[in-house]
């Protein structure tokens, strides 16, 4: 059974979104804090503005369940990264 379900698991792993410039700060702050509460999303999916009000949204939140927001260089890190690879309108 666990030979048939290591290449499934292979599998499902590699069908997840690609990120563009996967080595970036912004690219590692994404997959590092984002991930833990909220599947892939590649900046593409989109604009600059959207994102924005996202990460407002999520700053929020934090402020509001008492938990610790990006330090400010993660956060410029991850917009910059947004900016460059956001979708377009």
Avoid: N
Wanted: positive net charge; charged residues 25%; proline residues 9%.
């Amino acid at each position: 059974m666990l030979r048939r379900l290591v290449p499934l698991l292979a599998i499902a792993a590699g069908c997840g979104p690609v990120l563009p410039d996967p080595d970036a700060p912004g690219a590692r702050v994404l997959r590092e804090r984002c991930v833990g509460c909220h599947r892939l999303s590649t900046p593409a999916s989109m604009t600059l503005a959207m994102w924005k009000v996202q990460i407002a949204r999520m700053r929020e939140e934090f402020a509001r369940r008492g938990m610790p927001w990006l330090a400010p260089d993660e956060e410029r890190a991850l917009v910059d990264y947004l900016a460059a690879h956001a979708g377009g309108s």
